[in-house]
């Protein structure tokens, strides 16, 4: 079985770090990513908004170095989490990330840079090179 996600997105919040009651430390992620794609005569996005878990020294790192706006990549596996609530049964999907790579340079206040996740846009139109 193969299970791995690689995603590109921006921080919708800043990072949470907590620590276990061992002293593990776990940061909590959420980042929306947008795909664009044809839709008839137009382009359309769909944004979706992931929950991602950095576990250890990395976690820490994220924590320390991300805050709310920025570009990262993660590349991990996706996790169903199941709990119980009220007598109803809950689930939610999260990736739990083996690698954080921080993309684009960190943003002074009232710059305006580019960040290296809008430079990945789709082109608008697939060439016979392309594999899809």
């Known amino acids: 079985m193969f299970n791995k996600v690689i995603l590109i997105g921006n921080l919708t919040k800043d990072p949470e770090l907590r620590y276990t009651p061992q002293g ?7 980042i929306a ?3 664009r794609f044809k839709s008839g005569d137009s ?3 769909e944004t979706l908004f992931i929950n991602v878990v950095v576990w250890g020294k990395q976690g ?23 709990w119980e ?19 684009g340079g ?17 082109p608008d139109e697939t060439t016979d090179l392309e594999p899809f």
């Open 24 to 30: 593990t430390p776990v940061c909590t992620l959420r």
């Open 33 to 35: 990513s947008t795909t």
């Open 43 to 45: 382009m359309k996005d």
């Open 60 to 82: 820490e790192t994220a924590a320390q170095h991300l805050s709310k706006g920025r570009s990262v990549l993660v590349e991990g596996r996706l996790q169903e989490r199941r």
């Open 85 to 103: 609530s009220d007598g109803q049964q809950k689930s939610r999907f999260e990736v739990v990330a083996q690698g954080v790579r921080f993309l």
């Open 106 to 122: 960190r943003k002074e206040e009232g710059s305006h840079d580019r960040s290296a996740a809008e430079d990945l846009t789709p």
